[in-house]
């Protein structure tokens, strides 16, 4: 039968990597002393469709059960982890996780993720302590061809904080600012009749580039205190990351959230073979209000699909194969276990010797049986 759209079978080089990924994430947070958490594959939907989370139900595989309570399969990691470790002593502070998450809205409904969450910690150990582990996993990858980018929420929040829009007009503008499209942006804003918001937010949507961003911004907004606290903000995590040895740093001044629960800084990390995005994240405190819970929040996840994808392949061994006959199978499987070659392959007939380094066979000979070298 045929599958449903977003569904893909796969085989190969691609799971190898991708156990392998997972592996090597596994090792990196375990020496960084971060703890291991999974959450069920099925939650309520409730769960990440509230007024906190903010997530479409929509975009969720989603089905009634018999309490006629709405379930989904997991649609996002740091929402379901904050529902599990909310009553957590505030001590327990990194956490780290690996797994599927289904989503309608994206190219392939089912994803795989591995990430990191930082709570109750101070504000910017968490934000460098998830950048600085990011760096560490993808030198472990042998990934080195990749720019990192950094954003903040609070910039187009405090630009149109002044300013009154419906929540309808508020969504299209983020979601036309998220696309940078220019066009779109002025009308909204327009037909808001909030003229001279256009012009901020125009300019901001160029906002991208190298640190010398932040240089003219902090002329251009020497007068607001909020945006200069920001500026500083993205400036020392750049300069944590070319102490790090990180050297392709970008910021995006006119990025905004595209999660509801961000609410401070934001990072991406991009591929520069092709540009896919490896690894995303931010500050999401408010994401714990829901659960009368003050406190700072941050995180990233990795695209392991993506990353599966431009990891160089393992280096396979030489394959051996033992050629034997239903008869002389447990011979055979005696001799596999004996041998100290990583891959021993038994078979009852030869049909490609080319796939292997070197082929034996169980042999009779007086009476007893023995494995000789084809």
Wanted: glycine share 6%.
């Amino acid at each position: 039968m045929f599958l449903p759209e977003g569904s893909q079978d796969e085989t190969g080089v691609q799971i190898s990597n991708r156990l392998r990924a997972y592996e090597i994430f596994r090792q990196v947070t375990y020496n960084k002393s971060f703890r291991q958490i999974s959450t069920p594959v099925v939650e309520y939907a409730q769960t990440f469709t509230n007024d906190v989370a903010g997530m479409d139900l929509l975009s969720m595989l989603k089905w009634f059960n018999g309490e006629g309570e709405i379930e989904v399969l997991r649609p996002d990691w740091t929402t379901a982890i904050a529902r599990a470790i909310a009553g957590q002593h505030p001590s327990k502070q990194k956490w780290s996780y690996q797994g599927s998450v289904f989503r309608f809205d994206q190219e392939n409904t089912e994803s795989r993720q591995a990430g990191i969450e930082i709570v109750h910690a101070d504000r910017f150990f968490g934000e460098a302590e998830s950048l600085l582990t990011a760096i560490a996993y993808l030198q472990q990858l042998e990934i080195d061809q990749y720019v990192i980018e950094l954003g903040h929420t609070g910039i187009f929040e405090a630009l149109v904080a002044p300013f009154a829009f419906t929540e309808l007009e508020e969504e299209q503008l983020l979601q036309a600012m998220h696309d940078k499209r220019t066009d779109l942006v002025e009308a909204i804003v327009l037909k808001a009749g909030n003229a001279e918001l256009a012009e901020s937010l125009l300019a901001l949507i160029d906002a991208y580039g190298s640190r010398d961003i932040i240089k003219q911004y902090r002329q251009k907004w020497s007068d607001r205190e909020d945006l200069i606290e920001v500026l500083t903000n993205i400036e020392k995590l750049i300069d944590l990351l070319e102490a790090s040895g990180v050297s392709e740093v970008i910021v995006d001044l006119g990025r905004v959230k595209n999660l509801p629960y961000y609410d401070g800084i934001m990072f991406r990390g991009f591929l520069t073979n092709d540009g896919s995005t490896c690894f995303s994240g931010g500050r999401y405190d408010r994401l714990y209000k829901q659960f009368d819970i003050t406190t700072s929040a941050v995180g990233l996840a990795f695209d392991v699909d993506v990353l599966a994808k431009h990891m160089k392949p393992e280096q396979e061994p030489d394959k051996i194969c033992i050629l034997a006959s239903p008869e002389t199978h447990a011979i055979a499987e005696k001799h596999r276990i004996a041998m100290d070659e990583p891959v021993v392959d038994i078979q009852y007939e030869l049909k490609d010797q080319s796939v292997y380094h070197t082929v034996y066979e169980v042999v009779e000979e007086d009476g007893q049986y023995k494995v000789v070298e084809k």
